[in-house]
């Protein structure tokens, strides 16, 4: 194929991809919030937690609520989105710590039939979030939500540094603005204030990569300080771990609907459509693995659950968790999805829950791209998004068997763990013995796959997603969290 051709299939290939992932995203969400929005919002703050900020002009029932005639007085202020005046008087300055934000209006909003008022800050100089250096930035995107009862706030605006992993391109000035939307108009009025620095404000931090001890097994660290443990115990964990890695001669041999699988991923209208192997990445080299934003402690054992199946799935696979971002080659940031991070950063509002962008689409090359959750969902939705996109990452693609975290199907489980369909293809792509992707056959002779029943479950997709191996039931228990490692060795 000509470069020209080559780079256009790319292309190709790389838009529809998006399109499929908004697709099996909008259906997660359909599915998982149910039909209607209260669903959501219960779903959502029943696991609230602190940080997670729901943005009310979509989910919010007290404005789902709202009308006309319980807004008594509104209407007759409804020209304010265009009352110069009142705008032209609010008044807002850094407020004396240099800490916060100090703002005041002629008159309590709620008064002048305002629905919502933010203050946001927002890097200046950001266009582009979704390339590798540019997507440390969403997470120096922030909100607050005025209370309309009062004419005068203080706002205290945490700012963090959006570092890329090299420290080249902090985000080093905001905007301030004050967003106000009003029963009429979304957009009711806007204006920029003035810009922060580090020269004019002190509440900025630096982004840090998600850590807590005692989580990720220290034989996955990278780096890991041996005088945590001590050496005896460090040492220990890393013949425990190249123990399990043995496990791998342990693991069913490669079958033919794994291979099948990993022939095919699916299109825009959610049809089977093969992508050849030769197309298809595999993690090779160094990949060191680190979580930024809204993580929370479960998101940081997932990975650790993740990196204990690989090593023995994929026992060659060079893959750990560092807390020091300038190993970080692979990074997972979690924000939310709300309406100013969807105009900003990726447009997911009711599209996309997550997303994986590969290293060779992210403009900047990073060694094997990025990772996008979106941190408003929970428990067991937000663990199948992060399994689901670090499936991507290792090279699964879509499909449409019920039992599989990479699933499009209607009816599928959102399991946050590999399945075994996903474990088979793993098995096949990460295989010691494949140095290359050459074809689905060569790949069939390397692995002393039977081609015949291979073919057959390439032509019958039914027959592909029900095949049943046994031999990876203790894997699966184990992601479930219901068997150790060493539960499984002594058997
Ligand atoms: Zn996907």
Same mark, same amino acid.
């Given at each position: 194929?000509s470069d020209?051709l080559?780079?256009?299939?790319?292309?190709?290939?790389?838009?529809w991809?998006?399109?499929a992932?908004?697709q099996?995203?909008?259906?997660?969400?359909?599915?998982?919030v149910?039909?209607t929005?209260?669903?959501?919002?219960?779903a959502i703050?029943?696991?609230?937690?602190?940080?997670?900020?729901?943005?009310?002009n979509h989910?919010?029932?007290?404005?789902?609520?709202?009308?006309?005639?319980?807004?008594p007085?509104?209407s007759a202020r409804?020209?304010?989105?265009?009352?110069?005046e009142?705008?032209n008087?609010?008044e807002?300055?850094?407020?004396?710590?240099?800490k916060?934000?100090?703002?005041?209006?002629?008159?309590n909003?709620?008064?002048?039939?305002?629905?919502?008022?933010?203050?946001?800050?927002?890097?200046?100089?950001?266009?582009?979030?979704?390339?590798?250096?540019?997507?440390?930035?969403?997470h120096?995107?922030?909100?607050?939500?005025?209370?309309?009862n009062?004419?005068?706030?203080?706002?205290?605006?945490?700012l963090?540094?959006?570092?890329?992993?090299?420290?080249t391109r902090?985000?080093?000035?905001?905007k301030v603005?004050?967003?106000?939307s009003?029963?009429?108009?979304?957009?009711?009025?806007?204006?920029t204030?003035?810009?922060?620095?580090?020269l004019?404000?002190?509440n900025?931090k630096?982004?840090?990569?998600?850590?807590?001890?005692?989580?990720?097994?220290?034989?996955?660290?990278?780096?890991?300080?041996?005088?945590?443990?001590?050496?005896?115990?460090?040492?220990?964990?890393?013949?425990?771990?190249?123990n399990?890695?043995?496990?791998?001669?342990?693991?069913?041999?490669?079958h033919?609907?794994?291979?099948?699988?990993?022939?095919?991923?699916l299109?825009?209208d959610?049809?089977y459509?093969?992508?050849?192997?030769h197309?298809?990445?595999?993690?090779?080299?160094?990949?060191?693995?680190g979580?930024?934003g809204?993580v929370?402690?479960e998101d940081?054992?997932?990975? /650790?659950?993740?990196?204990?199946? &690989?090593? =023995?799935?994929?026992?060659?696979? *060079?893959?750990?968790? %560092? $807390? /020091?971002?300038?190993?970080v080659? &692979?990074? =997972?940031?979690?924000?939310n999805? *709300?309406?100013?991070? %969807? $105009?900003?950063?990726?447009?997911?509002?009711?599209? =996309?829950?997550?997303?994986?962008?590969?290293?060779?689409y992210?403009y900047?090359?990073?060694?094997?791209?990025?990772?996008?959750v979106?941190?408003?969902?929970?428990?067991?939705?937000?663990?199948?998004?992060?399994?689901?996109e670090?499936?991507?990452a290792?090279g699964?693609?879509?499909?449409l068997?019920t039992?599989s975290?990479?699933?499009?199907?209607?009816h599928?489980?959102?399991?946050?763990?590999?399945?075994?369909?996903?474990l088979m293809?793993?098995?096949?792509?990460?295989?010691?013995?494949i140095s290359?992707?050459f074809?689905?056959?060569?790949m069939?002779?390397?692995?002393?796959i039977?081609?015949v029943?291979?073919?057959?479950y390439?032509?019958?997709?039914?027959a592909?997603?029900?095949?049943?191996?046994?031999g990876?039931?203790?894997?699966?228990r184990?992601?479930k969290?219901d068997?150790?490692v060493?539960?499984?060795?002594?058997r």
């Amino acid at each position: 194929m000509s470069d020209k051709l080559l780079g256009f299939a790319m292309a190709w290939i790389f838009y529809w991809s998006i399109f499929a992932v908004s697709q099996l995203t909008t259906t997660y969400q359909y599915l998982t919030v149910g039909t209607t929005e209260n669903t959501f919002i219960s779903a959502i703050s029943e696991n609230s937690e602190q940080e997670i900020t729901i943005d009310s002009n979509h989910y919010s029932s007290e404005e789902h609520s709202s009308n006309v005639e319980e807004n008594p007085g509104h209407s007759a202020r409804k020209d304010i989105c265009f009352n110069d005046e009142f705008w032209n008087s609010v008044e807002a300055e850094i407020g004396p710590e240099r800490k916060n934000i100090v703002v005041s209006f002629p008159n309590n909003l709620k008064n002048e039939g305002v629905k919502t008022a933010y203050i946001k800050a927002i890097p200046s100089n950001t266009y582009m979030y979704e390339s590798f250096s540019n997507a440390f930035h969403m997470h120096s995107i922030n909100q607050v939500r005025l209370n309309l009862n009062d004419s005068s706030h203080k706002v205290s605006l945490l700012l963090l540094n959006g570092l890329d992993t090299k420290y080249t391109r902090n985000v080093n000035t905001w905007k301030v603005q004050l967003a106000v939307s009003s029963y009429e108009e979304e957009k009711c009025h806007e204006q920029t204030f003035f810009e922060l620095t580090n020269l004019n404000y002190e509440n900025i931090k630096d982004l840090k990569v998600f850590y807590k001890e005692n989580i990720i097994n220290p034989a996955f660290e990278l780096n890991y300080d041996v005088r945590n443990i001590g050496e005896e115990e460090y040492l220990n964990e890393f013949f425990q771990s190249q123990n399990h890695s043995k496990m791998h001669n342990l693991l069913p041999e490669p079958h033919g609907a794994g291979l099948a699988l990993l022939d095919f991923t699916l299109s825009k209208d959610e049809d089977y459509i093969e992508r050849p192997l030769h197309h298809r990445d595999r993690l090779e080299g160094k990949v060191v693995l680190g979580l930024f934003g809204n993580v929370l402690e479960e998101d940081l054992e997932t990975v /650790n659950t993740i990196l204990r199946t &690989l090593n =023995i799935v994929a026992p060659n696979l *060079d893959i750990s968790y %560092s $807390d /020091n971002p300038s190993y970080v080659n &692979l990074p =997972i940031h979690f924000s939310n999805c *709300d309406n100013l991070f %969807s $105009d900003l950063v990726n447009d997911c509002k009711d599209k =996309i829950a997550g997303s994986y962008y590969p290293a060779k689409y992210t403009y900047s090359k990073s060694q094997f791209g990025w990772i996008w959750v979106d941190s408003r969902y929970k428990s067991d939705f937000r663990k199948h998004v992060l399994v689901h996109e670090i499936g991507h990452a290792l090279g699964l693609g879509h499909n449409l068997c019920t039992d599989s975290v990479m699933s499009y199907a209607d009816h599928a489980d959102y399991m946050g763990y590999f399945t075994s369909l996903d474990l088979m293809q793993l098995r096949i792509l990460y295989d010691p013995k494949i140095s290359y992707f050459f074809s689905s056959s060569h790949m069939a002779t390397t692995l002393d796959i039977d081609t015949v029943q291979y073919k057959e479950y390439r032509n019958d997709k039914g027959a592909m997603c029900g095949a049943k191996q046994s031999g990876w039931e203790d894997l699966i228990r184990f992601q479930k969290g219901d068997i150790t490692v060493d539960q499984i060795l002594q058997r």
